[in-house]
């Protein structure tokens, strides 16, 4: 209280730096030295939902609201902490496309039929990324993010991710 409101708001700045920092180093750490741990049997609806938790002040922030199209599904080997990672980025990569306008962030999961895999779609209403760029959004450092929102290994850690646990990822861009 009786604060100077300037003094509030370089606190602010600094807070989001040490952020911006902390997510950096958070990253980077993972991308250098993942962790082996042991997989286990994991419900991916609570890895999901767990990985919302965590993403939900960006969501909030940017107006994002979540639709959860969830099928019967079995549990999958993997390791928690890793796979919650890979939705964190997600989520977190769709709340940046919407910040703009907001909008809707839809998880669907299902079994691949035929196939005793798991499929998890999601899908945001954000700006979209252009078809030149489509190709190298997994490469390590490659961000079409401004200054300051992004370092470019978010999407490279998740598909290291993906790939160690035995799974693919593809991303496509919406045609308007």
Do not use: W
């Given at each position: 209280?009786?604060?100077?409101?300037?003094?509030?708001?370089?606190?602010?700045?600094?807070?989001?730096?040490?952020?911006?920092?902390?997510?950096?180093?958070?990253?980077?750490?993972?991308?250098?030295?993942?962790?082996?741990?042991?997989?286990?049997?994991?419900?991916?609806?609570?890895?999901?939902?767990?990985?919302?938790?965590?993403?939900?002040?960006?969501?909030?922030?940017?107006?994002?609201?979540?639709?959860?199209?969830?099928?019967?599904?079995?549990?999958?080997?993997?390791?928690?902490?890793?796979?919650?990672?890979?939705?964190?980025?997600?989520?977190?990569?769709?709340?940046?496309?919407?910040?703009?306008?907001?909008?809707?962030?839809?998880?669907q999961t299902s079994v691949v039929p035929g196939q005793s895999k798991v499929r998890v779609?999601?899908?945001?209403?954000?700006?979209?990324?252009?078809?030149?760029?489509?190709?190298?959004?997994?490469?390590?450092?490659?961000?079409?993010?401004?200054?300051?929102?992004?370092?470019?290994?978010?999407?490279?850690?998740?598909?290291?991710?993906?790939?160690?646990?035995?799974?693919?990822?593809?991303?496509?861009?919406?045609?308007?």
């Amino acid at each position: 209280t009786g604060a100077d409101p300037a003094d509030i708001e370089r606190l602010g700045r600094l807070h989001e730096a040490a952020e911006r920092i902390h997510g950096f180093t958070r990253d980077l750490l993972a991308y250098a030295r993942p962790r082996h741990a042991v997989p286990t049997a994991v419900a991916i609806h609570d890895v999901i939902e767990q990985a919302l938790v965590f993403c939900d002040y960006v969501l909030g922030d940017f107006a994002v609201t979540v639709e959860r199209a969830f099928g019967e599904v079995p549990a999958v080997r993997g390791i928690p902490d890793q796979l919650t990672q890979i939705f964190v980025n997600l989520f977190t990569n769709a709340a940046h496309a919407m910040r703009e306008h907001g909008g809707r962030l839809t998880i669907q999961t299902s079994v691949v039929p035929g196939q005793s895999k798991v499929r998890v779609g999601v899908e945001d209403e954000g700006h979209g990324i252009a078809p030149e760029h489509l190709e190298k959004i997994f490469e390590p450092y490659f961000t079409t993010k401004p200054e300051g929102m992004g370092t470019g290994l978010g999407l490279s850690i998740v598909r290291s991710i993906v790939t160690a646990h035995g799974g693919e990822i593809r991303a496509y861009a919406r045609t308007n």
